[in-house]
Nanobody, 122 residues
Framework: VQLVESGGGLVQAGGSLRLSCAASGRAYRSYAMGWFRQAPGKERDFVAATNWSGGSTYYADSVKGRFTISRDTAKNTVYLQMNSLKPEDTAVYYC????????????????WGQGTQVTVSS
């Protein structure tokens, strides 16, 4: 059972990136999936998540209006479209999955991807 991220990179402030996370294993079809990020020297923070169908979405206040999470249930893949990127968005972004959904910014997940680096230059 794996979560594999892709799509990170270097972008200038104001630019856009799209992250993808493909999940293997039938169990993930019923899981909420989403993203956390961790900047150097900081804790890993919740970014966004979606329920198993993609019909419900959850966002951290810091990314509302700039990031959009979506899910392709046929491909068992979740996407994070990141627009209007800021230097403070620079972090390693981790895909996450769990049977439960977030409650506010609290989401104790059980499965993690390996992470993908996003760097936003000023």
């Amino acid at each position: 059972v794996q979560l594999v991220e892709s799509g990170g990179g270097l972008v200038q402030a104001g630019g856009s990136l799209r992250l993808s996370c493909a999940a293997s294993g039938r169990a993930y079809r019923s899981y909420a999936m989403g993203w956390f990020r961790q900047a150097p020297g900081k804790e890993r923070d919740f970014v966004a998540a979606t329920n198993w169908s993609g019909g419900s979405t959850y966002y951290a206040d810091s990314v509302k209006g700039r990031f959009t999470i979506s899910r392709d249930t046929a491909k068992n893949t979740v996407y994070l479209q990141m627009n209007s990127l800021k230097p403070e968005d620079t972090a390693v972004y981790y895909c996450a999955a769990d049977p439960g959904v977030p409650h506010g910014s609290s989401w104790p997940v059980r499965s993690w991807g390996q992470g993908t680096q996003v760097t936003v230059s000023s």
